[in-house]
Each structure stands twice: as C-alpha cells, then as structure tokens.
C-alpha cells in the first residue's frame, strides 16, 4: 500500500472540512485526500481558509499517519498572495509536485438565473479564480523543478449534466473549472505536468447535506443515483491518490466522474 506517493511534495486546498474533534468522522474529500496521501509517503500542505477547522485536521492526520512530514498554511484561495504564499511553502522541500485544488462552495442561496450576484461572485471567485490561481503557481514552481507533476482541479457532475435541481452560480463555476483544466492540460502536455478533472457525484459531505436539508430534497437525488446511495468524500480520495501519482502517467485533460454511474444512467427506480 505505502510509496505510492514517495517523494512526492503535495498541497491541497480546502483540507480542512468541518470536524469537530480530531477523532471525529472526517467530513470531506480534502480531509481524507490529506490522510490517503500522508499515509501514501507524501509530504503534504494542508491548506484551508478555516483555521480552526484546519487545526484539527492536522491533529486527525498525525494521529492517524503518526510519521507523516506534514504542514499547514492558512489559506483563502480567492486571494491571489495567499496562493502564491501556499506554493511558496513547499519550495524549502524543493517544489510542489502535486496540487489538489479542491476548496469550493455551494452557497445556500445559489439558485436558478435569479441569483443574487453576491452569490455568483462569491462562487467564483472561491471555486473559479482560486483554482485559477493555484494552477498559475504550481505550474510555475512545476516548470521549473521539471519532474512529473500532477494538479487535480474539483469540478463537479453538474458541469457534466444539467442539473434539475438549480444551484446556476455553482454548475457555471464547475463548468469553468472543466474547460480551464482542459485547456490547461494541453498547453502543458509537453512539460511534464498532467491536468486533470475530478468530478464528484453526491456525497455524504456536510457540504451537500447542508444544502439537501430537508427529505424531500435529498430524495430528489436519490432517485437518480444507479447504487441508491450518496459516495463516501473517501472515494474520490482513492481516485485522487491515482491522479496525484505517476501510476496515472499517461492520463492527462481526463474528466474523471466518481459518481457511482449517475452521468451514465438513463433512468432508475427501486
Ligand atoms: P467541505 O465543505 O467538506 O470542504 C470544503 C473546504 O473548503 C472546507 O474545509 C472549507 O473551509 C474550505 N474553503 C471554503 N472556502 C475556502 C476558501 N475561500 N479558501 C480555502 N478554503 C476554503 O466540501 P467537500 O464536500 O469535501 O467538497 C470539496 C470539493 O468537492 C468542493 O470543490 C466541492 O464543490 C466539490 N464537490 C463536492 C460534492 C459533494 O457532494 N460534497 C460533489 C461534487 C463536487
């Protein structure tokens, strides 16, 4: 199992999530790629604009990967400096080699095309600009060390499909992140550094059921999904342990959809 990820420099965003104790459940995809990683051999940059949350969360990893070469860096990935301060922090273990942009939101009162524009900015300024921007620094940091990197941008399903349940601020910020990602993976297909897409299905994140707050709304969902249950945020982490290493050498511009078949089924029921 260990060394997938050996010598690996590693900084994901948004690796916080919202737990309470440090031997509580985790609660979402960073979180649980930062202890997949850290017990994979990485060195791994926990960053989060949640500090508190972002304690903790060190605190879970260490406890769990006792031996894991670990750091965090308090980050808001709307901000262009903090990002650029993010990548900065694993130069002085030689460079970043593998980004996991995967801080986002989906605000409570993201709508149809009736949103309110603080919310559509709000969005993508969280969920487009600061995958942007981490991209802009870790290719830079990743030209310039030259070996075989990797960033992992979360999109979603909903940049796939068109969602019947509107959430517009969100879809056309994941939307983005697809065809930035894409573009970008081509660009720099002959520099060593792979680009891909992780589109999520729903999970049992505190991020969706917070949204999902009333039966009704989570079995609207439920209908859709072929294995009659939301992921688990631990089921894409195995997918982005794959992306992050080399093992996934030749996989470049991919959509990756963790979705228990949901975009590729036509209809289900009990
Ligand atoms: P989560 O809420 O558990 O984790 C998101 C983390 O991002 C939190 O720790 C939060 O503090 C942090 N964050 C928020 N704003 C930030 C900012 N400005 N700068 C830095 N960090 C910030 O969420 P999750 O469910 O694990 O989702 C992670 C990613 O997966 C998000 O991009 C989300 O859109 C995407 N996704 C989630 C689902 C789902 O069902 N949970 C489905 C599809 C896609």
């Known amino acids: 199992m260990s060394g997938r990820l050996q010598n690996k420099n590693c900084i994901i965003t948004g690796a916080a999530g919202y737990g309470f104790h440090y031997l509580s459940k985790n609660s979402g995809i960073g979180i649980e790629t930062a202890i997949l990683f850290a017990s994979h051999g990485a060195k791994v940059i926990l960053s989060d604009i949640n500090q508190k949350s972002l304690d903790i969360a060190l605190a879970k990893v260490k406890h769990l990967v006792p031996h894991a070469v670990l ?19 694993a130069e002085e273990w030689g460079g970043v080699d593998v980004l996991f942009n995967n801080a986002g939101i989906m605000h409570p009162l993201d709508g149809d095309e009736n949103t309110d524009e603080k919310v559509w900015e709000l969005t993508h300024n969280i969920n487009v600009k600061g995958v942007w921007f981490g991209c802009k620094y870790a290719i830079a940091a990743m030209r310039k060390h030259g070996r075989p990197s990797s ?22 910020s994941k939307g983005a992140v697809l065809a930035m990602t894409r573009e970008l993976a081509i660009v720099h297909a002959r520099h060593n550094i792979r680009l891909n897409s992780l589109c999520p299905g729903p999970l049992n994140t505190p991020l969706l059921q917070a ?35 080399d093992e996934s050498s030749y996989l470049n511009a991919a959509e990756m959809a963790v979705d228990g078949g949901m975009t590729r089924a036509y209809v289900t029921s009990e």
């Open 71 to 89: 750091k965090t860096q308090h980050t808001d990935v709307s901000k262009e400096a903090h990002v650029r301060a993010l990548v900065a922090a």
């Open 211 to 245: 949204f999902l707050d009333t039966p009704e709304k989570a079995s609207r969902r439920l209908i859709h999904l072929p294995m009659g249950r939301f992921g688990e945020a631990v089921e894409q982490a195995q997918v982005v342990v794959f992306l992050a290493s």
């Open 151 to 172: 960033i992992i941008n979360t999109a979603s399903v909903v940049a796939l499909v068109g969602s019947a349940a509107s959430q517009l601020a969100y879809t056309a």
